[in-house]
């Protein structure tokens, strides 16, 4: 089993609608979860963290279901600008006295006029 | 003024040369990473470091070296490039001691990343 799964999509969505991405992970010592935001041929950056008990930014919501090992991200009223790859990203304890990362390989998103 | 560079940006080489991709830093971060992205495999760890003096392989070490010359700079060499080594490079940073946010968790390990080095090995 991959230790970050995702749906590789990609999800084509119109403007205004609400979409929902999942993410498993394997590694149940996994303590930080994220999701980080990739445009096309740019580096990723951190959309947002994901806290035990949900959290929510604006039109985005992140839900932590640590019981299922499984995380999701929610995107309401969608944008044209949402349009990027999604990446789900687990940290965990690596043996060494300290933490990495492990990347889901993304969900594209399109959101369509 | 960017907080993460890569240089160069785009480099085409030939099998068998010595390569060096340099990052550097203004962030102020202890810790430094390098990843290559290839398309549909997402990101995978080659190196990273959390001091000046401390270095760890990542999950795909092989054919590469690193080289942590101060705090801010974390250099990735590729002793004799392979075609199998053509992909996307990003240096990222993270900090050790991220200040509490204010639902009290600690957001530790997010990571800052460079703008990435597109690499072809021909």
Redesign the interface.
Known sequence: RKEVEQD?GPFNVPEGATVAFNCTYSNSASQ?F?WYRQDC??????LM?V?S?G?EDGRFTAQLNRASQYISLLIRDSKLSDSATY?CVV?AYSG?G????T????TKLSVIP | DADVTQTPRNRITKTGKRIMLECSQTKGHDRMYW?RQDP????Q?IY?S?DVKDI?K?EISDGYSVSRQAQAKFSLSLESAIPNQTA?Y?CATSDSRPPLVE?G?R??????????TRLTVL
Do not use: I, W
């Open positions: 590789p930080s994220f041929r740019k580096e990723p950056k951190l963290s806290y008990s959290n990446l940290d060494a300290s933490y990495q990362l990347f889901g390989k993304g | 990843y549909g495999l997402g990101l760890l990273y959390f760890n990542g996307l990003f639902t968790f957001n530790t390990d997010t990571q800052y990343f460079g703008p990435g």
